[in-house]
């Protein structure tokens, strides 16, 4: 049989051993969903604190069912490890690992090559790798490829299998999972991409799209996240001079969005956060710079979304002068939210705590509030507390309530009809009119 036919039939029959590189919010979601659907299944992180809760069934991310880990890790069907030498027993290794933006804008691309080389020295013959970190296109041939083969002594294509297939994961969205979510699939030839999908097509219950080529599926991941920066972008760009003209720009979104098809709605805020969103153009952007080509629209959606959090302080500035005839030196400002989107604990990238920085920057005086972050280690690594509760009482002590995050577990009205000046950069207060309230 050749290795195409061996890992179909394993697949199939669900003999198929399987790894996943990565265990966070990509990789133990699909570690959880391989084991569910049959498949022993082999968890590898480096953090052991990540490993030991696995293995004692403690779930620690949120999209993942904590009884449905327990139960997995209790039948046996999912382990996990820091030792990469059990990938010797694996037929099908999923990376999922971070890819980050250094200091410079650059990309970071240190994990993936850190986890393709532990996996090179065990890779045994018949297997198939799959990369489903965002990376610029490219990465799984011209990176992973090489270290792969120089590794184990394998010839792609013919020992082993190699493909990339992009995580689509929306941390909180309530509709679509890992489980319920297309996936597109690009392998390094034919055979690799059929039997990469064969696996997705067997765990997932969603459409699995084949692609010619690795390159296809690395920049269509790109191109899904930069048009959500660049129309971010746009629409804060809007916003700013909406503000100038006194119009409402969330009712002109609103409005805007009774389209029924050629437009999709997108809101203003403090800025963009995530690990995907902010990060991902610049991946394209770096490596287009390899072809003497630049990217100036995605350049400048980048520059208009990080002008943002200075953009909320200039606001509240001028809104404290304007109704108090308070310089923003020495208020008290309440920061409501500081997760990077709503109703998750998430502070990665947080525009809301480049806002916090730029406040201080002018001398206000700052507390927060955020249900689901009862702390947080700033930028000079001092552990900040959020204030226990809001209400009333404390509500009244601060110049300004700044509302950065429209988590839904605050009650908006009693915040808006308690507050001495509401700022609301999230159209979290939709449908409350006060003198006091004010939107970006
Ligand atoms: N944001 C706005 N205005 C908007 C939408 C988002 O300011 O209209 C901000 C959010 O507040 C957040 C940032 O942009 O700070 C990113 O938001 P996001 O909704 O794109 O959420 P992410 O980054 O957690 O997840 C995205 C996925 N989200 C959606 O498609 C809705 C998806 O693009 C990817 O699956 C995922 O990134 C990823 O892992 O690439």
Known sequence: MSLKEVLLKKIEDKSLKVGVVGLGYVGLPLAVEKAIAGYETVGFDVQEEKVNMVNEGRNYIGDVVDEKLKDIVKRG???????????????????????????????????????????????????????ESTTYPGTTEELMKPILEEGSGLKCGEDFFLAFSPERVDPGNKKYKTKNTPKVVGGVGEDATDVAAALYEAVLDADVMKVSSPKVAEME???????????????????????????????????????????QAFYPGPGVGGHCIPLDPFYLTWKAREYDIHMPLIEASGTINDKMPSYVVD????????????????????????????????????????????????????????GFNPSYIDKNGEKVYSIKEINPEVLKQYDLVVITTAHTNVDYKMVVENSKFVFDTRYATKGIKADNLELL
């Open 221 to 263: 991941k790109i191109l899904e996240n930069t048009y959500r920066n660049v129309n971010i972008g746009l629409v804060n760009e809007f916003a700013i001079l909406a503000d100038a003209m006194g119009i409402n720009i969330w009712e002109v979104v609103d409005a805007a969005k009774t389209k029924p098809y050629g437009f």
């Open 315 to 370: 606001r509240s500035l001028r809104i404290l002068s304007k109704h108090f005839k308070k310089a923003l030196n020495g208020s008290k400002v309440l920061i409501l939210g500081i997760a990077y989107k709503a109703d998750i604990d998430d502070l990665r990238d947080s525009p809301a705590l480049v806002v916090i920085d730029e406040f201080e920057k002018e001398g206000a005086v700052l507390e927060y509030y955020d």
């Open 77 to 131: 069907k999912l382990r996990a490890t820091s030792n990469f030498e059990d990938v010797a027993s694996l037929d099908f290794i999923a990376i999922a690992v971070p890819t980050p933006l250094d200091l410079y804008q650059q990309p970071d691309i240190s994990y993936v090559k850190k986890s393709t080389e532990d996996v090179s020295k065990h890779l045994k013959k018949g297997s198939i790798v799959v990369l």
